[in-house]
């Protein structure tokens, strides 16, 4: 089966990215979002995007128009009984994505497959809300997507040999570099990235340097190209708070536990870029 219709739900940052490089790679695509508002931000955000690419001479006018035309802006999830496939890209709570796989279970074709863009909740637990746990996998994109090349494509413990290379080869026509990953507390990405980021929270917390210090030392000694705390202003602290409570919930490992300066942000809604306040101001 080859990928003709994508629903893509959640119409924020990551799923209108997800939105934009799917039709720029000449796939249909329905955005869905509850909220209005929200999917005519992520339109907006698209338009800007390919619209700076054709200031730059990177796209025609045309070709934007042509890309534009191929995606679909909805309220209606039950439009997903259109899908060949489904990416999910809503916030990362485990009530709310059953709810939705579940819903997506009763609307989808059968011959449809359910994706999660979640970047550390398990996809063998998200499989098991619906009646198709073969056709459910990972597909973790990276922030920004149109510009980082990784796709983690994550094997539910019941994912299909067959969805699992279906799901490989369209990252790929995605102009993506898949890499096969098995369903383990935040997959392999963020198993590494957050420890580090949540450590050079505690470096600032401790005293060590200040916040300037630690983003220069990772930036002109290790060739990052942002430092840890400007990246987790960029991420979300909200999301790298969840996503350490996911390792250290997962793996009961006190190497795991988030820096309670980590949580003292978030609580007073620091969270980063998108609040205008985090470990710097915006
Ligand atoms: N959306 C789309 N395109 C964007 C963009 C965005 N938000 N931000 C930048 N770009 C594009 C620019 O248009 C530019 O494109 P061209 O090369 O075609 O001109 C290109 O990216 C470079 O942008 P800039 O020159 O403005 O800025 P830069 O060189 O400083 O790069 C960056 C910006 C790509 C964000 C870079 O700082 C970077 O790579 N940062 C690290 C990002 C990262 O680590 N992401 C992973 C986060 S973790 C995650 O996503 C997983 C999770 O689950 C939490």
Same mark, same amino acid.
């Given at each position: 089966?080859?990928?003709?219709?994508?629903?893509?739900?959640?119409?924020?940052?990551?799923?209108?990215?997800?939105?934009?490089?799917?039709?720029?790679?000449?796939?249909?695509?329905? *955005?869905?979002?509850?909220?209005?508002?929200?999917?005519?931000?992520?339109?907006?955000?698209?338009?800007?995007?390919?619209?700076?690419?054709?200031?730059?001479?990177?796209?025609?006018? &045309?070709?934007?128009?042509?890309?534009?035309?191929?995606?679909? /802006?909805?309220?209606?999830?039950?439009?997903?009984?259109?899908?060949?496939?489904?990416?999910?890209?809503?916030?990362?709570?485990?009530?709310?994505?059953?709810?939705?796989?579940?819903?997506?279970?009763?609307?989808?074709?059968?011959?449809?497959?359910?994706?999660?863009?979640?970047?550390?909740?398990?996809?063998?637990?998200?499989?098991?809300?619906?009646?198709?746990?073969?056709?459910?996998?990972?597909?973790?994109?990276?922030?920004?997507?149109?510009?980082?090349?990784?796709?983690?494509?994550?094997?539910?413990?019941?994912?299909?040999?067959?969805?699992?290379?279906?799901?490989y080869h369209l990252s790929e026509r995605m102009g993506k570099t898949p890499?096969?990953?098995?369903?383990?507390?935040?997959?392999?990405?963020?198993?590494?990235?957050?420890?580090?980021?949540? =450590?050079?929270?505690?470096?600032?917390?401790?005293?060590?340097?200040?916040?300037?210090?630690? &983003?220069?030392?990772?930036? *002109?000694?290790?060739?990052?190209?942002?430092?840890?705390?400007?990246?987790?202003?960029?991420?979300?602290? &909200?999301?790298? /708070?969840?996503?350490? =409570?996911?390792?250290?919930?997962?793996?009961?490992?006190?190497?795991?536990?988030?820096?309670?300066?980590?949580?003292?942000?978030?609580?007073?809604?620091?969270?980063?870029?998108?609040?205008?306040?985090?470990?710097?101001?915006?």
């Amino acid at each position: 089966m080859s990928i003709q219709t994508l629903m893509v739900v959640g119409a924020g940052q990551m799923g209108s990215g997800i939105a934009q490089v799917a039709a720029v790679s000449g796939i249909r695509v329905l *955005l869905h979002d509850n909220s209005l508002d929200m999917l005519n931000k992520g339109m907006a955000s698209i338009n800007t995007h390919l619209y700076r690419s054709v200031e730059k001479g990177k796209l025609t006018a &045309d070709r934007m128009a042509d890309i534009l035309s191929r995606i679909q /802006l909805t309220e209606s999830l039950e439009l997903a009984e259109q899908a060949d496939l489904v990416i999910e890209a809503i916030s990362e709570n485990m009530a709310l994505k059953a709810l939705l796989f579940h819903r997506l279970d009763s609307i989808c074709r059968p011959s449809a497959i359910l994706a999660s863009n979640t970047s550390s909740l398990p996809i063998s637990e998200i499989a098991a809300v619906t009646e198709r746990p073969s056709q459910v996998i990972g597909m973790h994109f990276m922030n920004p997507v149109p510009v980082m090349p990784l796709v983690e494509v994550i094997r539910g413990l019941e994912t299909s040999q067959e969805v699992f290379e279906e799901i490989y080869h369209l990252s790929e026509r995605m102009g993506k570099t898949p890499v096969e990953v098995n369903d383990f507390p935040g997959f392999v990405s963020n198993r590494i990235l957050m420890p580090m980021i949540n =450590e050079a929270v505690f470096t600032v917390y401790e005293g060590v340097a200040t916040v300037e210090s630690v &983003d220069k030392v990772m930036k *002109l000694g290790m060739h990052h190209p942002m430092g840890p705390l400007e990246l987790a202003d960029f991420i979300g602290l &909200d999301t790298c /708070l969840s996503i350490m =409570e996911i390792l250290y919930e997962g793996f009961k490992d006190p190497k795991y536990r988030p820096c309670p300066l980590l949580r003292k942000y978030v609580k007073a809604g620091r969270l980063g870029r998108k609040s205008g306040q985090g470990f710097y101001s915006y």
